[in-house]
């Protein structure tokens, strides 16, 4: 890869930042590794069964609205990772070689 991560911080980059990146770059920067994928189910897994138990109180039902929804978006995002990441491996060849 031609990106090179040092050179940005989490201070530089906000929502808005886009960073130019190549095409092919931008490909494999969707492949997960084994790792990312496991860390990622396991948080998946979690949100699911916090959202599972979430409980309505009448009282309450905006605050339910919106942990509900904060959940669902967790969900919906790390789902979207690891499926894009699925999708790439599906459609290319990654090699796995020191040089990239």
């Known amino acids: 890869m031609s990106i090179q991560l040092h050179k940005f911080t989490s201070e530089m980059l906000s929502s808005f930042t886009k960073v ?35 409980t309505l109180d009448p009282a309450k039902v905006i605050d339910y609205a919106q942990q509900e929804a904060y959940l669902r978006g967790q969900l919906d995002i790390i789902s979207h990772f690891i499926n894009c990441s699925a999708d790439v491996q599906k459609s290319h060849t990654l090699l796995d070689s020191p040089n990239q």
């Open 20 to 54: 130019l990146i190549k095409d092919e770059d931008a490909v494999l920067g969707q492949a997960l590794t084994t790792n990312n994928i496991a860390v990622m189910q396991n948080m998946r897994a979690q949100i699911a069964e916090e959202k599972l138990h979430l």
